[in-house]
C-alpha cells in the first residue's frame, strides 16, 4: 500500500474538496483523483462518495482513515528514530470515561503534552463491547475502564486506582433527607444511567435484579454531563463516580444520598498483551500512573 496514496486520501479526507488537496500537495486535481482511484482499485471499495462537487466519506473510508493515521505516524515515527532524531512523535489513540476525561486528563496533559509535543493525540469514550477487537488491531493504543476486572484473556489489566461511586438525586428529593438508603429504596424510582464508560453500571444493575427492584423506568444517556443535568432538573438518581459530582454537591445543585455500604470501582489500563507499544504510549502510560498515584 503505497504511503503516497495514503497521504492524498487523508489529505482529502480532512479538507473534503478533491481541488484544495489538490492545491495543499502541489499536485494537479487529475493526479489527486487518480491516486484515490487506485487506493480505491486496491481496496476494491469506494472511500469517497461523490455527489456532485461535494465528497464525503463512505463508511468504509471512515474506517481507512483511522488506519491510515496510524500507518502514517508509524512512518514518521520509523524514520525519526533512524535518523536518530530525539523526539517522540506518532498518533496515540485512547479510549476512556468521560469522567475520567474531564477531572483528570486536563491535568495529565498539562504534563505530557510539553514533554511530547510532537504526538498527536484522538481521545473518545470508551464501548466496553467492541474494546478487544479494537485493541487487537491496533485502532486503540490504550483503553481506560471503570470496573474492577474485564474478562479477555488478550488484554493486559493495570489497576491505577479506586474510585468512590455515589448515588445522586436532586436536593429536593425524598431519599435524598434519608440517614440510609439501600436497593430496596430505589423501587418505582426513575434511574438515569450510562450507556457506554463504565462496568459499575453492570454491577449496579446486577444487584437491583439480585434484590429484585424493579424501577419505575432506566433512562439511559451517553453523556454524563446530560445525566448530571438531567438530575439537576430534578429528575431521578443516578449511579456515578463521587469526582463528577463533587463541585455540583458544593454548590447545592445535586444531593448525595446517603448508601448504606459504601461503594467504588476500579479504574483499569488496558493494553493489548501482544502488540508492540510505542515509545508515545509507554510515556502515556507511566504518566497516568505518575498522577493518579498523587491523587489516590
Not at 69 to 76: F, G, P, T, V
Not at 94 to 116: G, K, N, S, W
Not at 196 to 202: E, H, I, P, T, V
Not at 208 to 229: G, W, Y
Request: net charge neutral; aromatic share 6%.
Amino acid at each position: 500500500m503505497d504511503l503516497q496514496r495514503l497521504q492524498t486520501f487523508r489529505t482529502v479526507a480532512t479538507l473534503m474538496n478533491f481541488n484544495q488537496a489538490a492545491e495543499v500537495l502541489h499536485y494537479s486535481q487529475s493526479t489527486v483523483s487518480a491516486q484515490i482511484k487506485t487506493l480505491e482499485n486496491e481496496i476494491g471499495i469506494l472511500l469517497f462518495q461523490r455527489i456532485g462537487k461535494s465528497v464525503r466519506l463512505t463508511e468504509a473510508g471512515a474506517k481507512m482513515l483511522v488506519y491510515t493515521d496510524k500507518i502514517l505516524a508509524i512512518k514518521e515515527e520509523a524514520v525519526a528514530e533512524v535518523t536518530g532524531r530525539n523526539m517522540i512523535t506518532g498518533l496515540l489513540t485512547l479510549r476512556m470515561p468521560q469522567t475520567v476525561a474531564t477531572h483528570y486528563l486536563p491535568h495529565i496533559l498539562c504534563d505530557y503534552q510539553p514533554r511530547f509535543p510532537g504526538v498527536r493525540l484522538d481521545i473518545t469514550s470508551c464501548a466496553l463491547h467492541t474494546l478487544e477487537h479494537e485493541l487487537r488491531i491496533g485502532m486503540v493504543d490504550l483503553a481506560f475502564l471503570f470496573a474492577d476486572t474485564i474478562g479477555a484473556k488478550n488484554l493486559e489489566c493495570e489497576l491505577l486506582r479506586i474510585e468512590p461511586l455515589a448515588i445522586a438525586t436532586h436536593p429536593s428529593h425524598p431519599l435524598a433527607a434519608q440517614k440510609s438508603v439501600d436497593f430496596k429504596d430505589l423501587e418505582g424510582q426513575v434511574l438515569l444511567l450510562p450507556k457506554s464508560d463504565c462496568g459499575y453500571r453492570m454491577v449496579f444493575e446486577q444487584e437491583l435484579a439480585t434484590e429484585k427492584v424493579t424501577p419505575a423506568t432506566l433512562i439511559e444517556m451517553n453523556s454524563i454531563e446530560a445525566i448530571k443535568q438531567t438530575i439537576i432538573a430534578g429528575i431521578g438518581l443516578t449511579i456515578i463516580p463521587e469526582i463528577a459530582i463533587r463541585s455540583d454537591v458544593a454548590k447545592g445543585k445535586i444531593a448525595q444520598v446517603c448508601w448504606k455500604d459504601d461503594m467504588e470501582t476500579g479504574l483499569l489500563m488496558i493494553h493489548h498483551k501482544n502488540k508492540w507499544r510505542s515509545p508515545a504510549v509507554d510515556a502515556f502510560m507511566d504518566t497516568m500512573r505518575r498522577f493518579l498515584a498523587v491523587t489516590k
